[in-house]
C-alpha cells in the first residue's frame, strides 16, 4: 500500500490564483480530513469527510473548497490564493482508530 | 468546543533521562487522545493513544497517562535517546474516527548526549 499520498510536494502561487492540492488513499478509509500547519504551530482542522459524498467544516474552512466523489480522493480547492494560506497543508485518512498523514504539500503564496 | 493545552513549549534533556509533556482539554465529551511525533520536515506520526475508559497505556519506553477527572493527559518518555528529539504534539477528540482531532501546539524534545 502506498498509504495517503498528495501532490504537489510544493507550490508557489501568485495571490488571486487557484489551485487543487490532490491527495488520495489506498487503504479503504472512510474518514479522511485536510489540516494547514503554521510554522511553529499545532495542526489546525480544514475540512474533513466521513464517506464518499459527506464534507463538513473545520476549524478554518475559509477560503477553502472540498469535494468527496469517491473513498479514495479528497481534493483542496484554493479559489483564490491569499499570503495568509501560506502554510504546509496535510491529508490524513482514518480507519477505527488513529489518523495517517500524508507527506504534505508546501504552499507559498506571494 | 474543544480547545486542547500544551506545555512546555521547549523541553531539553539528557540522554538516558526521562521526558513528561502535559496536555489539559477544555470538552468533557472527548475520549480518545493520541499522540504525534514529527521530526522536521516529516509528517506526523501516530506513537500512541489512549481512550478513557484507561487510565494509562505503555509502549516500551513511552506511556500516556489520563485523568478524565482533572481534563488532562500527558506523555512520559523514559531513557530518552537523541532519535526521540522532534516536535510531539498531543491531540483530543470525542471518537476515535470520523470526527476531526483538536490538536495541542506542539512542543520541541531535544535529547544531548
Known amino acids: 500500500n502506498a498509504g495517503v499520498t498528495q501532490t504537489p510536494k510544493f507550490r508557489i502561487l501568485k495571490i488571486g490564483q487557484s489551485m487543487t492540492l490532490q491527495c488520495t488513499q489506498d487503504?479503504?478509509?472512510?474518514?479522511m480530513y485536510w489540516y494547514r500547519q503554521d510554522p511553529g504551530m499545532g495542526l489546525k482542522l480544514i475540512y474533513y469527510s466521513v464517506g464518499a459524498g459527506i464534507t463538513d467544516k473545520g476549524e478554518v474552512p475559509n477560503g477553502y473548497n472540498v469535494s468527496r466523489s469517491t473513498t479514495e480522493d479528497f481534493p483542496l480547492r484554493l479559489e483564490l490564493a491569499a499570503p495568509s494560506q501560506t502554510s504546509v497543508y496535510f491529508c490524513?485518512?482514518?480507519?477505527?482508530?488513529?489518523?495517517?498523514f500524508g507527506p504534505g504539500t508546501r504552499l507559498t503564496v506571494t | 468546543g474543544e480547545n486542547v493545552e500544551q506545555h512546555p513549549s521547549t523541553l531539553s534533556v539528557q540522554e538516558g533521562d526521562s521526558a513528561v509533556i502535559k496536555c489539559t482539554y477544555s470538552d468533557s465529551a472527548s475520549n480518545y487522545f493520541p499522540w504525534y511525533k514529527q521530526e522536521l520536515g516529516k509528517r506526523p506520526q501516530l506513537i500512541i493513544d489512549?481512550?478513557?475508559?484507561?487510565g494509562e497505556k505503555k509502549d516500551q519506553r513511552i506511556a500516556v497517562t489520563l485523568n478524565k477527572t482533572a481534563k488532562h493527559f500527558s506523555l512520559h518518555i523514559t531513557e530518552t535517546q537523541p532519535e526521540d528529539s522532534a516536535v510531539y504534539f498531543c491531540?483530543?477528540?470525542?471518537?476515535?474516527?470520523?470526527?476531526?482531532?483538536?490538536f495541542g501546539k506542539g512542543t520541541t524534545l531535544s535529547v544531548s548526549s
Open positions: 491531540a483530543a477528540s470525542p471518537n476515535q474516527a470520523g470526527t476531526a482531532l483538536i
Open positions: 489512549i481512550r478513557s475508559n484507561v
Open positions: 490524513a485518512s482514518s480507519p477505527a482508530r488513529g489518523q495517517y
Open positions: 487503504m479503504n478509509h472512510n474518514y
